[in-house]
């Protein structure tokens, strides 16, 4: 590195090859994907990776043809179910992190190592039991069935991003607030929750990818289109008939299925970057 801090230009450019190297690792399965969407019936059989022609006869079948009804139900059943999870978690994850951040009361550490340990505790493991509960009080294959379990999946992560987050903010902004006549909730409501939104923006992304792409309660905890989510139904898919694999069009319905993502990081990967580093700066 020069004595002013800035790069050389051989560095610059090991840096731009490693960056590109990484890239191309992280995006080959991608475009693999992507190419696969695009092949014919006859082309999946041939090692080239690029479709001799081009065809949308993959993306015809899950839109308007014989697949239209398995993956645009399951389409719908993912965005409502992902939302309404990520919407929960959001708000439950902020209380309880502001609380965790700034009130002094017994148990703290206990909450959040607890909140670790559910979000390492292996999801398969919970599978059976929740099965069998869930048919016994009418949750199982609904909407309300699966919001419950993808809690499980986010609240834990959701709080440790916002505590950290909340440890940020300076203190004497609340207590500014409540000298001024706020009470603890219009002061947490009106001082702290503007200055914390990169951090539940930050929060509600990570949380809804979470919940966007499982794979384990959609499958165990659903047996109709009632609740079934995308990652779950592309298991159900099939081809015309019982000789042709249906590669293709769940290929197709992969791409269809990463654009929400994809654009959700493209418009907002700015407030998520921030989110991050300001919930980084210490512990």
């Known amino acids: 590195m020069a004595s002013n801090g800035k790069l050389t230009g051989k560095q610059r450019l090991g840096w731009t090859a490693l960056t590109i190297v990484v890239m191309g690792y992280a995006l080959?399965?991608?475009?693999?994907?992507?190419?696969?969407s695009f092949k014919t019936q006859a082309d999946l059989g041939n090692a080239s990776f690029l479709p001799s022609s081009?065809?949308?006869?993959?993306?015809?079948?899950?839109?308007?043809g014989d697949a239209q009804g398995l993956f645009l139900t399951a389409?719908?059943?993912?965005?409502?179910?992902?939302?309404?999870a990520t919407f929960i978690a959001v708000v439950l994850a902020t209380l309880c992190a502001y609380a965790i951040a700034r009130l002094n009361f017994p148990g703290k550490k206990i909450i959040l190592g607890t909140a670790l340990a559910v979000s390492i505790f292996p999801v398969i493991s919970v599978v059976t039991p929740l099965f069998n509960l869930w048919?016994?009080?009418?949750?199982?294959?609904?909407?309300?069935?699966?919001?419950i379990p993808y809690l499980s999946l986010t609240l834990p992560i959701?709080?440790?991003?916002?505590?950290a987050f909340f440890r940020q903010?300076?203190?004497?902004?609340?207590?500014?607030?409540?000298?001024?006549g706020a009470t603890q909730w219009q002061a947490f409501?009106?001082?702290?929750?503007?200055?914390?939104?990169?951090?539940?923006?930050?929060?509600?992304?990570?949380?809804?990818?979470?919940?966007?792409?499982d794979f384990v309660y959609g499958i165990s905890l659903t047996s109709t289109e009632a609740a079934r989510p995308v990652p779950a139904a592309l298991a159900f898919?099939?081809?015309?008939?019982?000789?042709?694999?249906?590669?293709?069009?769940?290929?197709?319905?992969?791409?269809?299925?990463?654009?929400?993502v994809v654009v959700l990081v493209l418009l907002f990967q700015r407030q998520i970057v921030s989110g991050l580093t300001q919930g980084a700066v210490k512990g």
Do not use: H, K
């Open 28 to 36: 080959f399965p991608v475009a693999a994907i992507l190419a696969t």
């Open 54 to 64: 081009l065809t949308w006869e993959n993306y015809e079948m899950i839109l308007f």
């Open 75 to 84: 389409f719908r059943n993912s965005i409502g179910i992902t939302l309404i």
């Open 135 to 147: 048919r016994n009080i009418g949750l199982y294959d609904t909407w309300l069935g699966l919001i």
């Open 158 to 163: 959701s709080i440790w991003t916002l505590a």
């Open 169 to 180: 903010i300076p203190w004497d902004l609340e207590q500014a607030a409540q000298v001024d």
């Open 189 to 213: 409501r009106r001082a702290i929750v503007p200055l914390a939104m990169p951090g539940v923006f930050t929060t509600a992304i990570i949380a809804f990818f979470i919940a966007w792409n």
């Open 237 to 260: 898919f099939t081809g015309s008939s019982q000789f042709e694999e249906p590669t293709g069009a769940i290929s197709a319905a992969a791409i269809i299925v990463t654009i929400p």
